[in-house]
């Protein structure tokens, strides 16, 4: 398996963020000690058949804004995964940009729960939780 980009080296702006990062358009503007918040600059590639963001979207780019946060908190000995994701979505995500904010909620020995909400217009949009595999490598 290829190693993956260090997102430590992402978030010092020393490494060039992944490749899922550049297609969603999605950038981190801070992240420490659990906490991570980026922005997502939506155009119409986004759009689904009713000219809103489709909901996969919306997960995604708070899936990946709370892997900056989770990797805050890990040693670099450590990886993580996704176990589940589960997204509540309050208002439709239109063009422009959406504010995405994730924070560890809690953190054992294996599992790491997060949270992010996402904001558009300072409305929340969506809201999202997710339980992460913490791998020792």
């Known amino acids: 398996m290829e190693k993956g980009v260090d ?3 992402v978030i ?3 490494e060039y963020p992944p490749q ?3 297609t969603l358009q999605i950038e ?14 939506v155009d119409e590639r986004f759009m689904n058949g009713i000219g809103v963001a489709m909901g996969g979207f919306v997960s995604s780019a708070a899936d ?8 805050t908190k890990l ?17 439709p995500v239109l ?5 995405v904010v994730a924070k560890v909620e809690r953190m054992g020995r294996k599992v ?6 996402l904001f558009q217009n300072e409305k929340k949009a969506a809201s999202v939780v997710s339980s992460v595999m913490i791998i020792d490598q």
Do not use: N, P
């Open 112 to 117: 790491v729960y997060v949270l992010a909400d």
């Open 20 to 22: 899922c990062d550049r």
């Open 95 to 99: 063009i422009g940009e959406v504010t």
């Open 7 to 9: 997102l430590m080296k």
């Open 12 to 14: 010092a702006h020393e």
């Open 28 to 41: 981190v503007t801070d992240a420490h000690d659990g906490m991570a918040r980026g922005i997502w600059k």
């Open 75 to 91: 040693s670099g000995e450590q990886s993580f995964t996704s176990i589940d994701l589960h997204t509540t979505f309050h208002r």
């Open 64 to 71: 990946i804004m709370m892997a900056y946060a989770i990797a």
